[in-house]
């Protein structure tokens, strides 16, 4: 059996950045993901990050991406794609389908499970008809295969994802019809929000989408409005000729992995669902275990980086790597940064939930 | 539905090199490295599958691999995630009907 001090579980921003930290201190790492290409949703993301210089505001995801790649080039670091992870038993063994087709084992030292999220759905009349779609399904398909997938599309949802993929789908030449928002006010940055708007998309907000019209694929949406138990208001629709219908309802991080390995959770609404419990060196309640990125708790790519930093620092520490005055002081750092971009408006919810996780992970060490 | 072929973030589309795939019988021009799905999308296909109880149409939904809504038969292998499954020269592609059947030769035994 193949042994590695460190196996990543999943090559996108934090899984890349936990295994870089990892290999820049000297342990031997495997990056596993089952997708054909690194970087995992960072090459889709074309608009210019959030954040300070540091945490490389004003840069694409995109070249973001490409650096990280480089990186991790540059420290030939073992990556194994089209290689999904299927299973992660108690004693540390790593069970990977590699390349699609070979069932093998690899025994691990540490483990850093950054698996990332999926996306949220909303169930509606006709909501299975082709046409209706994630608005990261149709993010990929723009700006990683430069293939539109429709004409003229409905969006649901105006957080961040909501308003970026509209104005990406503006910028790929298709017509957005309205950006429907069942709470009162909007829910993405200010920034997002006016460059749509400015470009004319009307916003829906207390509207739902109540069914999706067509035969064969989605030719039309109709929307109602919400009444203050956000019950429809009767007499209140309104038909949208449509071929698309994008879903930006919010991500669940995917956390199967982490409950085969046998670590404990907690539900935490505002990141997303329930959530492997952790400490501020993103170990699991499972000795060995780190989790970094969507997996800890939905929040973006710029925090998913530093989280898996910090899961590298503190895997390569624990075997080791650092002594304990150098990782304090690498951490210390991490915290900073984690900090800055876990403040402001937007910001603080995430802050004030992480902080309940850590709690949790303190409270279940003295059960 | 269709290439986008300017864009002002990723700029013009540059030459790739194309192969030739076929869906239900009809040739289609995709190109190298891109998934299925997005070959198909571009080529105005939306519909992949129909259910096996109530044969309702099923197109891309996720597009990452985690909700198998696009699943199609592909040279002979049904439930095949269409959106995380690269073009191959001479791929033969199917519509799936329910839960498809293997197309082996001489093994046409429906699952």
């Given at each position: 059996?193949k042994?590695?001090?460190?196996?990543?579980?999943?090559?996108?921003?934090?899984?890349?950045?936990?295994?870089?930290?990892?290999?820049r201190?000297?342990?031997?790492v495997?990056?596993?993901?089952?997708?054909?290409?690194?970087?995992g949703q960072?090459?889709?993301?074309?608009?210019?990050?959030?954040?300070?210089k540091?945490?490389?505001?004003?840069?694409?995801?995109i070249?973001?991406?490409?650096?990280?790649?480089?990186?991790?080039e540059?420290?030939?670091?073992?990556?194994?794609?089209?290689?999904?992870?299927?299973?992660?038993?108690?004693?540390?063994?790593?069970w990977?389908?590699?390349?699609?087709?070979?069932?093998?084992?690899?025994?691990?030292?540490r483990?850093?499970?950054?698996?990332?999220?999926?996306?949220?759905?909303i169930?509606f009349?006709?909501?299975?008809?082709?046409?209706v779609?994630?608005?990261?399904?149709?993010q990929?398909?723009?700006?990683?295969?430069?293939?539109?997938?429709?004409?003229?599309?409905?969006?649901i949802?105006?957080?961040?994802?909501?308003?970026?993929?509209?104005?990406?789908?503006?910028q790929?030449?298709?017509?957005?019809?309205?950006?429907?928002?069942?709470?009162?006010?909007?829910?993405?940055?200010?920034?997002?929000?006016?460059?749509?708007?400015r470009?004319?998309?009307p916003?829906?907000?207390?509207?739902?989408?109540?069914?999706?019209?067509?035969e064969?694929?989605?030719?039309?949406a109709?929307?109602?409005?919400?009444?203050?138990?956000?019950?429809?208001?009767?007499g209140?629709?309104?038909?949208l000729?449509?071929?698309t219908?994008?879903?930006?309802?919010?991500?669940?991080?995917?956390?199967?992995?982490?409950?085969?390995?046998?670590?404990?959770?907690?539900?935490?609404?505002k990141l997303?669902?329930h959530?492997?419990?952790?400490?501020?060196?993103?170990?699991t309640?499972?000795?060995?275990?780190?989790?970094?990125?969507?997996?800890s708790?939905?929040?973006?790519?710029?925090?998913?980086?530093?989280?898996g930093?910090l899961?590298?620092?503190?895997?390569?520490?624990s075997?080791?790597?650092?002594?304990?005055q150098e990782a304090?002081?690498?951490?210390?750092?991490?915290w900073?940064k984690?900090?800055?971009?876990?403040c402001?408006?937007?910001?603080?919810?995430?802050?004030?939930?992480?902080?309940?996780i850590?709690?949790?992970?303190?409270?279940?060490?003295?059960? | 539905?269709?290439?986008?072929?300017?864009?002002?973030i990723?700029g013009?589309?540059?030459?790739r090199?194309?192969?030739?795939?076929?869906?239900?019988?009809?040739?289609?021009k995709?190109?190298?490295?891109?998934?299925?799905?997005a070959?198909?999308?571009?080529?105005?296909?939306?519909?992949?599958?129909?259910?096996k109880?109530?044969?309702?149409?099923?197109?891309?939904?996720?597009g990452?691999?985690?909700?198998?809504?696009?699943?199609?038969?592909?040279?002979?292998?049904?439930n095949?995630?269409?959106?995380?499954?690269?073009?191959?020269?001479?791929?033969?592609?199917?519509?799936?009907?329910?839960?498809?059947c293997?197309e082996?030769?001489?093994?046409?035994?429906k699952?």
């Open positions: 059996m042994k590695y001090e460190v196996v990543v579980v999943g090559a996108g921003p934090a899984g890349l950045s936990a295994a870089i930290e990892c290999a201190a000297g342990a031997k495997l990056v596993a993901d089952e997708n054909n290409k690194p970087g960072l090459f889709k993301q074309i608009h210019k990050f959030f954040g300070s540091e945490h490389k505001a004003g840069v694409r995801g070249y973001i991406g490409e650096q990280l790649l480089k990186e991790t540059n420290l030939s670091i073992e990556v194994w794609l089209g290689s999904e992870v299927c299973g992660i038993d108690a004693d540390k063994s790593v990977i389908i590699k390349n699609k087709e070979e069932s093998c084992c690899v025994k691990a030292e483990i850093i499970i950054a698996s990332g999220a999926t996306e949220n759905s169930a009349e006709g909501w299975t008809l082709p046409g779609m994630g608005a990261g399904a149709a990929t398909m723009m700006n990683c295969y430069r293939v539109l997938p429709g004409k003229r599309v409905l969006m949802g105006s957080g961040n994802v909501g308003v970026i993929v509209s104005y990406q789908l503006l790929a030449g298709a017509e957005v019809v309205g950006i429907v928002e069942a709470a009162s006010a909007l829910g993405g940055y200010g920034v997002h929000t006016a460059k749509v708007r470009a004319g998309v916003f829906y907000t207390g509207y739902t989408v109540k069914r999706g019209i067509g064969k694929y989605i030719e039309a109709e929307i109602v409005k919400l009444d203050s138990d956000w019950k429809h208001i009767p209140s629709e309104k038909i000729t449509a071929d219908i994008c879903l930006a309802v919010g991500l669940t991080p995917l956390i199967e992995l982490a409950w085969l390995a046998g670590c404990r959770f907690t539900y935490s609404a997303g669902g959530i492997p419990v952790h400490n501020k060196y993103m170990e309640t499972v000795k060995g275990i780190y989790i970094a990125g969507d997996v708790g939905i929040e973006e790519a710029s925090t998913a980086m530093e989280e930093r899961a590298g620092i503190s895997a390569a520490w075997l080791g790597y650092y002594d304990d304090e002081i690498l951490i210390e750092e991490e900073r984690l900090n800055l971009l876990r402001g408006q937007f910001g603080v919810n995430r802050k004030v939930s992480k902080d309940e850590l709690n949790k992970w303190e409270e279940m060490r003295n059960e | 539905m269709s290439r986008i072929k300017e864009h002002p990723l013009n589309e540059i030459r090199k194309k192969v030739t795939i076929y869906c239900d019988n009809r040739e289609i995709a190109y190298e490295g891109e998934m299925i799905a070959a198909l999308i571009a080529n105005g296909i939306r519909t992949f599958r129909y259910t109880r109530f044969d309702k149409p099923r197109g891309l939904y996720c990452i691999g985690r909700c198998t809504d696009c699943v199609m038969t592909v040279n002979g292998i049904p095949v995630r269409t959106c995380i499954t690269p073009v191959e020269e001479g791929m033969v592609i199917t519509t799936q009907e329910g839960l498809g293997w082996r030769s001489g093994d046409n035994e699952i």
